[in-house]
């Protein structure tokens, strides 16, 4: 555990952190434990990458397991829970990082990737939410990952930033949904981060100019997004609530 931890060392902190195979997903996994979270390292399909975060994390005397669930299915996502709470305990974050980006302009987005982009970016953490809201108790927080696009809102990924508005939304409803129950909700948006979701069709021209967006020239890392996360997680972030908070290096 970090000496300058900002989460309340409590050994029955469990997170669901869902696309933590890789990327900004694995990267909150590894942080997390090193907050003292177990860790359910959720994955679609890539069981070897999702090991490999595993591993990484008892490496470093954490604890994690390894559970796939596809968040378009409302049955796994209550089976993911039931797992997480028969393996690891009661879950107490939730981290709803899973998704997947199409960028095409408007007039030329195909319908199975926009439909494919919706059951996942959106109806999945709906689905998600929705699992949290009827099992999370008094004092357990709940982060979704959005985007900077909602608010750059740049061509050709409008059909994407319209899922992860779809997620801000929904963060600012349930936070008010669930008063009184002392839980929070909460976005965390990224801007360019180096991932390969981000480096998947781009040039180095276009990837250099887009790392020029933000003042501090640069793109962001994934840590630099789990930072926040675990911000949010620990005792430092009680009284954030129903917010979005953009960690973009100021690009939007």
Known sequence: MLENSSINPVSNQVAIVTGASRGIGAAIARRLAREGFAVAVTYASNNAAAGQVVSDIHAANGQAVAIKADVR?????TALFDE???TL????????NAGIMTLAPIA?????SFDTMLSINLKGVFYMLREAARRLETGAKIVNISTSITRLASPTYG??????????????ILAKELRGRGITVNAVAPGPTVT??????KSPDLIDKIAKLAPLERLGEPDDIANVVAMI???DGDWINGQTIFVNGGAA
Do not use: Q
């Open 108 to 112: 030329d987005m195909d319908d199975a």
């Open 159 to 172: 059909p994407y930033a319209a899922t992860k508005a779809g997620v801000e939304i929904l963060t600012a």
């Open 233 to 235: 997680a620990g005792r």
């Open 84 to 86: 997480t709470e028969a």
């Open 89 to 96: 305990g009661k879950t107490t974050l939730l981290v709803n």
């Open 73 to 77: 299915n409302a049955a796994d996502v």
């Open 196 to 201: 390969d979701l981000f480096f998947r069709g």
